[in-house]
């Protein structure tokens, strides 16, 4: 019988999701818990089976605009840029951009005039600003987004 190599072992054929060895646990945050107290708190519990990861850390650094996160609605994933697993970053920073990524599941999407897709509707808008602390959020992002360019 032919032994296994640790190789193997340790890279299963998994789904895509899956070999992109993405985790909710990251240095400073875990994001399954965040997420958890977010849908509770302002989606009822009403996001099931989602899961929530950070995203791939990237070799070179982004130079035009920078993706704090991302929902895979069809998935069921909502993938957060790694770069917010640091120190420098506040926990209601982060909790702002989760919940911002959540509520593109309740809030539909609609088509403009043009054909095209829009998906930060007025509706969308309106219940971002209702966050609490979303004019801090953005204040900070302003002040703070070129150190994720570095």
Avoid: C
């Avoid at 849908?39 to 009403?46: I, L």
């Avoid at 995203?55 to 770069?83: A, C, M, S, W």
């Avoid at 969308?124 to 570095?150: G, I, T």
Wanted: proline share 5%; no cysteine.
């Amino acid at each position: 019988m032919a032994k296994k190599t640790k190789r193997k072992a340790v890279h299963p054929k998994l789904p895509m999701q899956q070999q992109l060895n993405l985790e909710h646990e990251g240095q400073y945050f875990d994001l399954r818990a965040i997420f958890d107290r977010l849908n509770a708190r302002y989606f009822r519990g009403r996001l099931r089976n989602y899961k929530v990861m950070w995203g791939r850390r990237r070799k070179r650094l982004p130079k035009e605009y920078f993706v704090f996160g991302t929902i895979q609605e069809e998935d069921r994933l909502i993938r957060i840029n790694p770069r917010l697993d640091q120190p420098f970053v506040p926990l209601w920073f982060l909790q702002y951009v989760l919940y911002h990524e959540m509520l593109h599941s309740v809030v539909p999407d609609e088509i403009g005039s043009d054909g095209r897709r829009r998906v930060h509707t007025d509706e969308f808008n309106r219940r971002e600003r209702e966050y609490p602390s979303y004019k801090r959020a953005r204040r900070w992002e302003d002040e703070n987004l070129a150190r994720f360019f570095r």
